[in-house]
T-cell receptor, first 111, second 112 residues
């Protein structure tokens, strides 16, 4: 079974402060990990995926297979980063796109 | 290019009725997945269709069913509606069913 855990439902930081959204997963095979974001009144959209190793909007995430984690980080948070963030996993063993989502973390960046 | 389109955006149904939701994927995308989003359970995978065939199925009762047409458009049907079926139903499309999934705005279903 595959599972994704985001321990913080709410996270509040001040503008310019570093932010880290935690994500832990449980999966026996080789997972593909994603971070999706939902801004207010917008659709869910991909922020980044681990195989791309990109930095999107200043966010980065590193897959740590030893700790089964995929934490999302940004060194200096901006007010426009306020949104709902979901960590998601796709298992290679299940052909096709079946995403298992965490419960999400609501990030608020205060001025 | 046009994004994933879901219709209708809002629905109100009574218990026992059935409902059909529609999803038009991004042009060229052959995989369509459906998710149920509720405050208590979060985002849960319902099923995925690829080239008109159901390829993956989540842990939902048989009242939830779907299909995909030759143009990749997909429909989801829920029969004998229950109050607990009230949720936001999201559709996502991807090119081959791997990698990035593009989500629609969702259909908000309220069962009364």
């Amino acid at each position: 079974a595959q599972r994704v855990t985001q321990p913080e439902k709410l996270l509040s930081v001040f503008k310019g402060a570093p932010v880290e959204l935690k994500c832990n997963y449980s999966y026996s095979g080789s997972p593909e990990l994603f971070w999706y974001v939902q801004y207010s009144r917008q659709r869910l959209q991909l922020l980044l995926r681990h195989i791309s190793r990109e930095s999107i909007k200043g966010f980065t995430a590193d897959l740590n297979k030893g700790e089964t984690s995929f934490h999302l980080k940004k060194p200096f948070a901006q007010e426009e980063d306020s949104a709902m963030y979901y960590c998601a996993l796709s298992g290679q063993e299940t052909s096709g796109s079946r995403l298992t989502f965490g419960e999400g973390t609501q990030l608020t960046v205060n001025p | 290019k046009a994004g994933v389109t879901q219709t209708p955006r809002y629905l109100i149904k009574t218990r026992g009725q059935q409902v059909t939701l529609s999803c038009s994927p991004i042009s060229g995308h052959r995989s369509v997945s459906w998710y149920q989003q509720t405050p208590g359970q979060g985002l849960q995978f319902l099923f995925e269709y690829f080239s008109e065939t159901q390829r993956n199925k989540g842990n939902f009762p048989g009242r939830f069913s779907g299909r995909q047409f030759s143009n990749s458009r997909s429909e989801m049907n829920v029969s004998t509606l229950e109050l607990g079926d009230s949720a936001l139903y999201l559709c996502a499309s991807s090119l081959k069913g791997m990698g990035e999934a593009f989500f629609g705005q969702g259909t908000r279903l309220t069962v009364v």
